[in-house]
Every structure is written in structure tokens, then in C-alpha cells.
């Protein structure tokens, strides 16, 4: 018996829906089991073969995590710099993102290739560097020296260059005939134009924030000011690792990151494939 064609495209369809729940199953997996672990005793997070719903679920991991460790703090330390830094990394890169796009002006092109040949350069080369001007300007143990050094960069003004590029000039040659101002072309026109690239750099600028380690490592010295990823690391301790504290921590620290895409997944897609579409 053969198959109807018009059957083909629904047997794809389903086939490709089957493929696609299985690979979510498949790496849901760890995520699903730091979640049961956080709420395990240590001893059955050991246990052979491991399980993900615990026999007993015990509260206990998350009362200590917030009562030894004071993770409200950190979590507040890490929320307050992760949004600073991307509020100021959106608004600069795309910024000079507008005047790469939309301006002539000497040495432009020069300038954009150093921009681009400075991508290649490995970032953890440039912590001596800026740790040594750090001192020198009296930033060390302030979120000023944390968040300084990330208020812009090469990749976000490259990609916010080439979507503004896609902006008509019309519209904003219209703004400054009715007697709106240079920048208030790009805070009127370009920028809600650009909503959804801004939206793809705000979920990547916020996930590098809110993950980065080192530099808050090197910079921050007081515990009280000391970021999530400090004090998770931490807990690791010389002779014994509480596990189900540790799980507990990773997942409550990966929350704001889920909620953040999932806010923004509408605009997040639609500024990945705009420059696809428009190609």
C-alpha cells in the first residue's frame, strides 16, 4: 500500500516534533536532576543507580543556603550588577553601533577593522592590564571596577552596526526635518527599530554578567559585595562538599536567566533571523 503524498508533510512534520522532544528530554536531563538533588539528604544524592524524585523531599539545602551562606545578599549583588551592566552595554553599543552604520567620518573603516581585529584578542590577556589600572583609580572592591571595563564592546557594536544599517535613512531624514536632534533620531527612530537586536544583545549581555567570575573574583574583596558565582564556587569545601546546598544554589541562580528568555524569546528569535530575512 502506498502512502498518500499528501501524507509526506504531516509524517515529516511529526517525525521532526518526536526528533526535537527527544533532544529537549535528552538535555533536560541534568537540569532535572540538579533540581530533585537539591532537595535529596547527601547521602541518597550518592545513591546507585541515581534517581530524580527523591524518596523525601528535604527543605533543608534551601534553609541553609539562605541562612549560612546568606544567598538573598549575593543574589541581590549579582541581579543589581548583571542589569547595570546590560542597561549600559545596550545603550553604548548601540550608540556607536548608530554612528558606524549611519555617519561618514575619517578613518572609518580603519577604525571598524581594529574594532573587528580586537574580537581576536582573548579577553582574560587584558586582566593584568586593567587590574593595574584599577588600583591606579582607586576601583578595586566597588562595583565601579566591575562594571567599567564591560560597559561596551567590540562583538555588540559589530551587531548592533549591522542592524542598524538595515534602518531606511528616510525615516531618519524625516526626524531631523521636524526638528528632532541627532540623538534624537537614534533615541526616536533608530532604537525601537532595532528593539529586537537589542533584545539578542540584552539576553547575551545579561547571561555574561550574571555568569562572569573571574573579574569579580579579582576585583571584589569584601564578601558582602562578592557576586553569586564567587560565593557558589565557594562553597566547595577542602575535606566535605554539601552537594544538595550546592544544587540548591544552581538552580535558584538559574532562574532569572530562564525567566529572562523565556520573556523575551518573541523579540530574541525575531532579532536572530532579521538580518537573515532581510538578506
Known amino acids: 500500500m502506498r502512502t498518500s503524498p499528501k501524507l509526506w508533510p504531516r509524517i515529516e512534520a511529526v517525525a521532526a516534533h518526536l526528533f526535537l522532544a527527544g533532544a529537549l528530554l535528552y538535555m533536560s536531563i541534568p537540569f532535572l536532576w540538579m533540581i530533585g538533588a537539591s532537595l535529596k539528604k547527601q547521602s541518597e544524592i550518592f545513591r546507585n543507580p541515581p534517581t530524580f524524585i527523591p524518596d523525601e523531599l528535604v527543605f533543608g539545602n534551601y534553609v541553609n543556603l539562605f541562612v549560612e551562606f546568606d544567598f538573598l545578599r549575593h543574589f541581590l549583588n549579582s541581579t543589581f550588577l548583571a542589569v547595570v551592566h546590560t542597561l549600559l552595554y545596550l545603550f553604548f553599543c548601540s550608540l ?4 558606524f552604520a549611519k555617519y561618514e567620518f575619517r578613518l572609518k573603516n580603519l577604525l571598524f577593522l581594529l574594532l573587528l581585529g580586537s574580537m581576536m584578542v582573548p579577553g582574560y590577556t587584558l586582566f593584568v592590564p586593567l587590574f593595574v589600572l584599577a588600583i591606579r583609580l582607586k576601583l578595586v572592591d566597588s562595583y565601579i571596577g566591575v562594571l567599567l571595563p564591560g560597559i561596551v564592546g567590540a562583538f555588540g557594536i559589530f551587531f548592533m552596526k549591522q542592524n542598524m544599517e538595515s534602518i531606511p535613512d528616510e525615516l531618519l531624514d524625516a526626524a531631523r526635518i521636524d526638528g528632532t536632534t541627532e540623538f534624537g533620531a537614534f533615541w526616536r527612530v533608530a532604537r525601537p527599530l532595532a528593539a529586537p537586536a537589542m533584545a539578542v544583545l540584552a539576553v547575551l549581555a545579561f547571561l555574561n554578567s550574571w555568569n562572569d567570575f573571574v573579574w569579580p573574583l579579582v576585583i571584589l574583596r569584601t564578601r558582602e559585595l562578592q557576586t553569586l558565582p564567587v560565593i557558589l564556587a565557594g562553597m566547595v569545601g577542602t575535606y566535605r562538599m554539601e552537594y544538595g546546598i550546592v544544587m540548591a544554589g544552581s538552580f535558584l541562580s ?12 518573541r523579540n530574541f528569535m525575531q532579532g536572530l533571523t532579521v538580518g537573515a530575512l532581510r538578506g
Not at 556607536?96 to 554612528?99: I, R, T
Not at 538559574?254 to 524569546?265: H, K, N
Open 254 to 265: 538559574a532562574l532569572p536567566v530562564l525567566i529572562l528568555f523565556t520573556s523575551m524569546q
Open 96 to 99: 556607536a553601533g548608530y554612528a
